[in-house]
């Protein structure tokens, strides 16, 4: 039997309900519950992520060298240059700007609260025939 159901991914950030409007919008989402200082969304495949008050919150410091990444998300897209759009006019920014190395078209950027996510782009393949 299992006995973790679920899980998810909490981002600390001064302002939740402002930072999980971006990700609603963002996933094709819903907010799946809230308090004071938690919100609670499900994006449209499933993804779930929560944003906790920190009233202290910076934004983290990525892409400095001198830095860790840390933690990041990953979203699989099927059009990365649509995605970007979405992404710029719910009010992320783009954060690299170089041509990325390995087998993965992938973008990164930054959410309205500065943490990093990358755009990876999934190539669509043609279902088998015979």
Same mark, same amino acid.
């Given at each position: 039997?299992?006995?973790?159901?679920? &899980?998810?991914?909490?981002?600390?950030?001064?302002?939740?309900?402002?930072?999980?409007?971006?990700?609603?919008?963002?996933?094709?989402? #819903?907010?799946? &519950?809230?308090?004071?200082?938690?919100? @609670?969304?499900?994006?449209?495949?499933?993804?779930?992520?929560?944003?906790?008050?920190?009233?202290?919150?910076?934004?983290?410091?990525?892409?400095?060298?001198?830095?860790?990444?840390?933690?990041?998300?990953?979203?699989?897209?099927?059009?990365?240059?649509?995605?970007?759009?979405?992404?710029?006019?719910?009010?992320?920014?783009?954060?690299?700007?170089?041509?990325?190395?390995?087998?993965? @078209? #992938?973008? &990164?950027?930054?959410?309205?609260? &500065?943490?990093?996510?990358?755009?990876?782009?999934?190539?669509?393949?043609?279902?088998?025939?015979?």
């Amino acid at each position: 039997m299992t006995l973790v159901k679920a &899980g998810l991914v909490v981002l600390d950030c001064a302002e939740p309900e402002k930072l999980s409007l971006f990700y609603r919008e963002l996933l094709g989402g #819903e907010q799946t &519950g809230a308090s004071a200082n938690l919100v @609670e969304i499900r994006g449209a495949d499933g993804i779930r992520l929560a944003f906790r008050r920190d009233v202290n919150a910076t934004s983290p410091s990525w892409p400095r060298p001198e830095n860790s990444l840390q933690a990041h998300l990953v979203f699989l897209v099927e059009d990365m240059d649509e995605a970007e759009r979405r992404v710029v006019g719910l009010g992320g920014r783009p954060t690299d700007t170089k041509d990325p190395a390995g087998p993965y @078209e #992938e973008r &990164g950027y930054a959410d309205p609260a &500065g943490h990093s996510f990358t755009l990876r782009l999934v190539p669509i393949t043609a279902p088998k025939q015979g």
